[in-house]
């Protein structure tokens, strides 16, 4: 049955913090009624690389981009809503291949309403989520049916004990009853909706969807439309609030009222459908397109399926699109799905009644000229071409081209009157805006984030007095640029970046902008760049930024990058500024040496300080002290993340406190806290929830004195030139993750020595040491040292670099990591002179994954497990000795990689023995002439064969591997292969320089 939370279930265990640090790789596909192998591998491969992948659907091709992208990796797939209950699909078609990646300990988890797929798909007992009891049912109604508008009274209450039975428990339908109740005032309203007959048979799909439908027909007609217009977006996508908006407002489907302009009716449209569950799951999360955190929201594929059924207007599948028949020409609204974007051409021509157009490919052929493309009746088009076509579509409200390559927006853009929206995020090459942009008087956002190359605004932009959003203001000295220009623009909210400030000459220029009517998230930067840093011939900056008051009871980031001042304004050392403030970051302010007050505030939960030289004290009220002897005072009371760098002469966390803070300070929310070139800053407060710590570059907090922070998932320290140091590991029995640099410098505490048999650390899986003095360096092996080591028995991946005074492999401590599964060592560059390796062996039984990167002093590897499965080695020059001595016995063995190992002159014998070798990838190694025998018996079964520059003297691997060469018949059912020889990139790689 739909709508008893499966997907809201699955989600709780998704975001669970131990599940996220257990799984390497998390990934979650909506697949609804799609369960195309090639489609589903390709969505797979996006969500476990974080790109799009070109590939075609062909099964193989896919099959081993999968391998690339999860490889040994254990993983956590996530698969919602499953439909398909074609056994051979699953069982022959997409079960081998997920099985055959990833590693030990993968799961994937499926959610479905069909009894048969869980049958299919299952390898444990299905978990069947039961409908809610009567208890629950009422809590779940009556937190939307009462208090917004409709007060709870015994007479409702009886009425709605009536039409909570007919929800059957079904969660869904209780919360969407619930919103529509809340609607309803009168208690005649109240019996009309329990005496319908609707939830008399909630057993399935149909009969939940009655309430559902039942819930949309007491909709208004504005809201009708703007519910309906969702099902242009995919099942489970991801709709940003303010986007979706303005495409209603671009459509006509929000009216103007005399008292209320259309964003903020569209914004009660929005809170509204989200109050009666036809949106849901709202959250703020940071966007790709924006570069910002912003409002997101999506729809259950219950309400999906209700939109799709109320309207015929929107098409976004390929499904869909195929039953066009060749037109679209019913359509209203399309947004063109990625796999159909090469073949829409044809449904477009003679197209005139398309209101909405969605296409943000940058190979669609839809843009071509010599398209006979009509956009007359286009009211919001996103895509990424700028063309007459588009600059003639007179009707055109919302207009996105984000992410285009271009220098200067055409001028024939202003003769877009009509224009509402203009979004113009990540175009940065993008220089100048037209200058005819005044004239544009209906415009009401401009989006200009990560513009970072615009040079200036177009003159006279405060003439667009109708402006909610303009994100981004570059100052600047030509007439009708300057800051003065946003006096007019009251109306302005949300986000506001204004760069170049320096060139703002006067207070009477910065007093003009009237800042305190604008209701915005300010960001100030002095320059254009935000790594700006303000020079010596700085002034008048401080009666600037005291002219740039904003409106205070509304603030809530506020950011200044690059201010020249000693002092900060009165605006920000007055506490009222501050009410509702949630985010502070103050940047490159080398003069600046005070704080707005802001370590009481409740709404305060993210502080950033870095680069301010004269910062001695974060917190410098006088009157703000403990109560007495064994008080602790609590201060920043509802900070989650605190980051503090390059604060050279910061020394107290509060200007009453000497002495260690974690006995006197307490941050009782904060969860992460990163300090680094803080040198004079001695400890930390006591933080009971902190999970994420790092401190870099802090020679007065010494790691002994972090054994009070019990909390911790993940730590990272630097102990560079710290002589001795004990570590409390005793201490952190939740850590997930250390990364420390210079490890030997720290020992273990007594009581950590006197129960070296039971390590503490039983969740510690990953471990990152970098530095010198990471391990002992000459043979001898203390116990306390050892002591260390034996608290890293459950570590799975290991990452150690940058240990250039290590000159043999460090085998006694590799030998406690029992359960290793990944070693990964770059930058040993004395690693392996002067010893010989031939009988030395790695002792990690489970190790699968090992990867050696720029050891410039090795000369060989030592034997090696039987277990591994990759061995990755590159930019090793000196390696001479063909590999492990025992290569030939890793019958695990399926991806083997030499990358600029210019002194390996030849690969091993015996590779025969490598029967499970699937990718050979040779790169920059020009020694290597011919393969062994054993590789050549090999070859046929490879999938992957990479070899580029090889041979750079007589190129005779190649010729072996070429057309008419000894190997090419064995190389013929290799399904990838690269054979590649560059003479230039060996002249520019590896020829002395004359």
Same mark, same amino acid.
């Given at each position: 049955?739909?709508?008893?939370?499966?997907?809201?279930?699955?989600?709780?265990?998704?975001?669970?913090?131990?599940?996220?640090?257990?799984?390497?790789? #998390?990934?979650?596909?909506?697949?609804?009624?799609?369960?195309?192998?090639?489609?589903?591998?390709?969505?797979?491969?996006?969500?476990?690389?974080?790109?799009?992948?070109?590939?075609? *659907? /062909?099964?193989?091709?896919?099959?081993?981009?999968?391998?690339?992208?999860?490889?040994?990796?254990?993983?956590?797939?996530?698969?919602?809503?499953?439909?398909?209950?074609?056994?051979? #699909?699953?069982?022959?078609?997409?079960?081998?291949?997920?099985? @055959?990646?990833?590693?030990?300990?993968?799961?994937?988890?499926?959610?479905?309403?069909?009894?048969?797929?869980?049958?299919?798909?299952?390898?444990?007992?299905?978990?069947?989520?039961?409908?809610?009891?009567?208890?629950?049912?009422?809590? $779940?109604?009556?937190?939307?049916?009462?208090?917004?508008? $409709?007060?709870?009274?015994?007479?409702?209450?009886?009425?709605?004990?009536?039409?909570?039975?007919?929800?059957?428990?079904?969660?869904?339908?209780?919360?969407?009853?619930?919103?529509?109740?809340?609607?309803?005032?009168?208690? @005649?309203?109240?019996?009309?909706?329990?005496?319908?007959?609707?939830?008399?048979?909630?057993?399935?799909?149909?009969?939940?969807?009655?309430?559902?439908?039942?819930?949309?027909?007491?909709?208004?007609?504005?809201?009708?439309?703007?519910?309906?217009?969702?099902?242009?977006?995919?099942?489970?996508?991801?709709?940003?609030?303010?986007?979706?908006?303005?495409?209603?407002?671009?459509?006509?489907?929000?009216?103007?009222?005399?008292?209320?302009?259309?964003?903020?009716?569209?914004?009660?449209?929005?809170?509204?459908?989200?109050?009666?569950?036809?949106?849901?799951?709202?959250?703020?999360?940071?966007?790709?397109?924006? %570069?910002?955190?912003?409002?997101?929201?999506?729809?259950?594929?219950?309400? +999906?399926?209700?939109?799709?059924?109320?309207?015929?207007?929107?098409?976004? /599948?390929?499904?869909?699109?195929?039953?066009?028949?060749?037109?679209?020409?019913?359509?209203? %609204?399309?947004?063109?799905?990625?796999?159909?974007?090469?073949?829409?051409?044809?449904?477009?021509?003679?197209?005139?009644?398309?209101?909405?157009?969605?296409?943000?490919?940058?190979?669609?052929?839809?843009?071509?000229?010599? $398209?006979?493309?009509?956009?007359?009746?286009?009211?919001?088009?996103?895509?990424?071409?700028?063309?007459?076509?588009?600059?003639?579509?007179?009707?055109?409200?919302?207009?996105?081209?984000?992410?285009?390559?271009?220098?200067?927006?055409?001028?024939?853009?202003?003769?877009?009157?009509?224009?509402?929206?203009?979004?113009?995020?990540? !175009?940065?090459?993008?220089?100048?805006?037209?200058?005819?942009?005044?004239?544009?008087?209906?415009?009401?956002?401009?989006?200009?984030?990560?513009?970072?190359?615009?040079?200036?605004?177009?003159?006279?932009?405060?003439? &667009?007095?109708?402006?909610?959003?303009?994100?981004?203001?570059?100052?600047?000295?030509?007439?009708?640029?300057?800051?003065?220009? &946003?006096?007019?623009?009251? +109306?302005?909210?949300?986000?506001?970046?204004?760069?170049?400030?320096?060139?703002?000459?006067?207070?009477?220029?910065?007093?003009?902008?009237?800042?305190?009517?604008?209701?915005?998230?300010?960001?100030?930067?002095?320059?254009?760049?935000?790594?700006?840093?303000?020079?010596?011939?700085?002034? *008048?900056?401080?009666?600037?930024?005291?002219?740039?008051?904003?409106?205070?009871?509304?603030?809530?980031?506020?950011?200044? %990058?690059?201010?020249?001042?000693?002092?900060?304004?009165?605006?920000?050392?007055?506490?009222? /500024?501050?009410?509702?403030?949630?985010?502070?970051?103050?940047?490159?302010?080398?003069?600046?040496?005070?704080?707005?007050?802001?370590?009481?505030?409740?709404?305060?939960?993210?502080?950033?300080?870095?680069?301010?030289?004269?910062?001695?004290?974060?917190?410098? *009220?006088?009157?703000?002290?403990?109560?007495?002897?064994?008080?602790?005072?609590?201060?920043?009371?509802? &900070?989650?993340?605190?980051?503090?760098?390059?604060?050279?002469?910061?020394?107290?966390?509060?200007?009453?406190?000497?002495?260690?803070?974690?006995?006197?300070?307490?941050?009782?929310?904060?969860?992460?806290?990163?300090?680094?070139?803080?040198?004079?800053?001695?400890?930390?407060?006591?933080?009971?929830?902190?999970?994420?710590?790092?401190?870099?570059?802090?020679?007065?907090?010494?790691?002994? @004195?972090?054994? +009070?922070?019990?909390?911790?998932?993940?730590?990272?320290?630097?102990?560079?030139?710290?002589? @001795?140091?004990?570590?409390?590991?005793?201490?952190?029995?939740?850590?997930?993750?250390?990364?420390?640099?210079?490890?030997?410098?720290?020992?273990?505490?007594?009581?950590?020595?006197? *129960?070296?048999?039971?390590?503490?650390?039983?969740?510690?899986?990953?471990?990152?040491?970098?530095?010198?003095?990471?391990? /002992?360096?000459?043979?001898?092996?203390?116990?306390?040292?050892?002591?260390?080591?034996?608290?890293?028995?459950? $570590?799975?991946?290991?990452?150690?670099?940058?240990?250039?005074?290590?000159?043999?492999?460090?085998?006694?401590?590799?030998? !406690?990591?029992?359960?290793?599964?990944?070693?990964?060592?770059?930058?040993?560059?004395?690693?392996?002179?002067?010893?010989?390796?031939?009988?030395?062996?790695?002792?990690?039984? !489970?190790?699968?994954?090992?990867?050696?990167?720029?050891?410039?002093?090795?000369?060989?590897?030592?034997?090696?497990?039987?277990?591994?499965?990759?061995?990755?080695?590159?930019?090793?020059?000196?390696?001479?000795?063909?590999?492990?001595?025992?290569?030939?016995?890793?019958?695990?063995?399926?991806?083997?990689?030499?990358?600029?190992?210019?002194?390996?002159?030849?690969?091993?014998?015996?590779?025969?023995?490598?029967?499970?070798?699937? #990718?050979?990838?040779?790169?920059?190694?020009?020694?290597?002439?011919?393969?062994?025998?054993?590789?050549?018996?090999?070859?046929?079964?490879?999938?992957?064969?990479?070899?580029?520059?090889?041979?750079?003297?007589?190129?005779?691997?190649?010729?072996?591997? #070429?057309?008419?060469?000894?190997?090419?018949?064995?190389?013929?059912?290799?399904?990838?292969?690269?054979?590649?020889?560059?003479?230039?990139?060996?002249?520019?790689?590896?020829?002395?320089?004359?």
């Amino acid at each position: 049955m739909g709508g008893l939370g499966k997907t809201t279930f699955a989600k709780l265990i998704y975001n669970d913090p131990s599940v996220q640090e257990h799984f390497q790789l #998390k990934m979650w596909h909506c697949v609804s009624e799609n369960f195309e192998v090639g489609s589903l591998l390709k969505s797979i491969i996006e969500l476990a690389t974080k790109r799009r992948c070109q590939l075609i *659907n /062909t099964i193989e091709l896919l099959r081993r981009q999968l391998e690339e992208a999860i490889g040994r990796r254990r993983f956590l797939l996530v698969l919602d809503d499953v439909w398909n209950d074609e056994e051979n #699909k699953w069982a022959d078609d997409l079960k081998p291949l997920l099985n @055959s990646v990833g590693g030990a300990g993968s799961v994937i988890v499926v959610t479905t309403r069909s009894q048969r797929v869980a049958s299919i798909m299952g390898t444990l007992e299905p978990y069947e989520l039961r409908c809610l009891n009567e208890d629950d049912s009422w809590e $779940v109604f009556s937190k939307r049916a009462f208090g917004k508008q $409709v007060q709870e009274q015994a007479e409702l209450v009886s009425i709605g004990t009536r039409i909570v039975k007919k929800c059957r428990g079904v969660p869904l339908a209780l919360k969407t009853m619930g919103g529509l109740m809340s609607s309803k005032q009168s208690v @005649s309203e109240w019996e009309v909706i329990a005496e319908s007959n609707i939830g008399a048979r909630v057993q399935g799909k149909n009969d939940v969807m009655d309430i559902l439908k039942l819930s949309y027909r007491h909709l208004s007609p504005e809201m009708k439309q703007c519910f309906a217009f969702c099902a242009i977006f995919p099942q489970d996508y991801e709709m940003v609030k303010d986007e979706l908006i303005q495409l209603w407002m671009a459509n006509g489907f929000i009216q103007e009222e005399e008292t209320m302009d259309l964003t903020h009716k569209g914004e009660m449209i929005f809170h509204d459908l989200v109050w009666r569950s036809f949106l849901q799951d709202v959250k703020e999360e940071f966007i790709i397109g924006y %570069h910002r955190d912003s409002i997101v929201c999506k729809m259950h594929d219950l309400m +999906h399926d209700l939109a799709k059924d109320v309207t015929d207007e929107c098409a976004s /599948t390929t499904k869909e699109l195929d039953q066009l028949k060749g037109s679209i020409k019913d359509v209203r %609204h399309l947004r063109i799905p990625e796999e159909m974007e090469e073949t829409m051409t044809e449904l477009f021509k003679g197209t005139s009644s398309l209101h909405t157009l969605i296409d943000r490919s940058w190979r669609s052929t839809l843009w071509n000229v010599s $398209v006979e493309f009509n956009l007359a009746s286009v009211r919001a088009l996103r895509c990424s071409v700028i063309n007459s076509a588009i600059t003639n579509a007179k009707h055109i409200r919302f207009l996105d081209l984000s992410e285009i390559s271009i220098v200067r927006l055409p001028d024939s853009i202003c003769m877009l009157y009509n224009l509402q929206s203009l979004r113009l995020n990540s !175009c940065d090459e993008l220089e100048y805006l037209p200058k005819g942009m005044r004239t544009m008087r209906k415009l009401i956002h401009i989006y200009l984030y990560w513009c970072d190359s615009l040079r200036r605004m177009p003159p006279n932009i405060g003439l &667009l007095n109708n402006l909610r959003t303009l994100t981004t203001y570059v100052v600047d000295t030509e007439a009708g640029c300057g800051i003065e220009e &946003l006096k007019d623009s009251q +109306h302005l909210t949300n986000r506001l970046e204004l760069y170049n400030l320096h060139k703002v000459k006067s207070e009477e220029k910065a007093k003009q902008a009237n800042m305190y009517q604008k209701k915005n998230l300010l960001l100030f930067f002095w320059g254009r760049q935000k790594r700006y840093m303000p020079n010596d011939n700085a002034y *008048n900056e401080e009666r600037v930024l005291e002219s740039l008051a904003p409106y205070c009871s509304n603030l809530k980031v506020l950011e200044l %990058h690059g201010y020249g001042g000693v002092e900060i304004p009165e605006w920000m050392r007055d506490p009222h /500024t501050f009410q509702r403030l949630s985010k502070l970051n103050i940047s490159n302010c080398p003069r600046c040496k005070d704080l707005p007050p802001v370590w009481l505030l409740v709404s305060l939960e993210e502080l950033s300080l870095s680069c301010m030289d004269n910062l001695t004290t974060l917190c410098t *009220n006088d009157d703000v002290e403990a109560e007495g002897c064994g008080t602790s005072l609590q201060i920043f009371p509802k &900070l989650k993340k605190m980051f503090l760098r390059n604060l050279p002469n910061l020394e107290r966390w509060a200007v009453n406190i000497s002495g260690d803070p974690s006995s006197f300070i307490t941050l009782p929310q904060l969860e992460i806290l990163r300090i680094s070139d803080c040198p004079k800053l001695a400890g930390i407060p006591d933080c009971p929830v902190l999970r994420d710590l790092n401190i870099d570059r802090c020679s007065n907090i010494a790691v002994s @004195s972090l054994a +009070h922070v019990t909390s911790l998932s993940y730590l990272s320290y630097d102990a560079e030139g710290f002589d @001795s140091m004990t570590m409390p590991l005793g201490s952190w029995s939740s850590l997930m993750r250390l990364k420390v640099r210079s490890l030997a410098n720290m020992v273990i505490s007594l009581e950590d020595q006197q *129960n070296q048999g039971e390590s503490n650390l039983v969740n510690l899986r990953r471990l990152n040491l970098h530095g010198p003095k990471c391990f /002992t360096t000459v043979s001898g092996f203390s116990e306390l040292h050892h002591g260390i080591w034996v608290h890293f028995a459950f $570590v799975e991946h290991l990452v150690i670099g940058d240990c250039h005074d290590i000159v043999h492999w460090p085998m006694e401590e590799l030998r !406690c990591l029992i359960r290793l599964r990944s070693l990964h060592i770059f930058k040993f560059t004395n690693l392996g002179i002067n010893f010989s390796l031939s009988e030395e062996i790695l002792y990690l039984s !489970c190790l699968e994954e090992l990867n050696i990167t720029s050891c410039s002093g090795i000369v060989e590897i030592p034997k090696l497990p039987a277990s591994l499965e990759e061995l990755f080695i590159q930019s090793c020059q000196n390696l001479v000795v063909p590999l492990p001595p025992n290569l030939g016995n890793l019958a695990s063995l399926r991806n083997f990689i030499v990358i600029k190992c210019e002194s390996l002159k030849l690969l091993p014998d015996g590779m025969d023995g490598l029967t499970s070798m699937r #990718k050979l990838h040779l790169d920059g190694c020009p020694g290597i002439e011919k393969f062994p025998e054993g590789l050549l018996q090999r070859l046929p079964t490879l999938e992957y064969l990479h070899l580029y520059s090889c041979s750079v003297s007589n190129d005779q691997l190649v010729r072996r591997c #070429k057309e008419g060469g000894e190997y090419f018949d064995l190389l013929s059912s290799i399904p990838d292969k690269s054979i590649i020889f560059s003479e230039r990139y060996y002249r520019k790689r590896f020829l002395p320089f004359c």
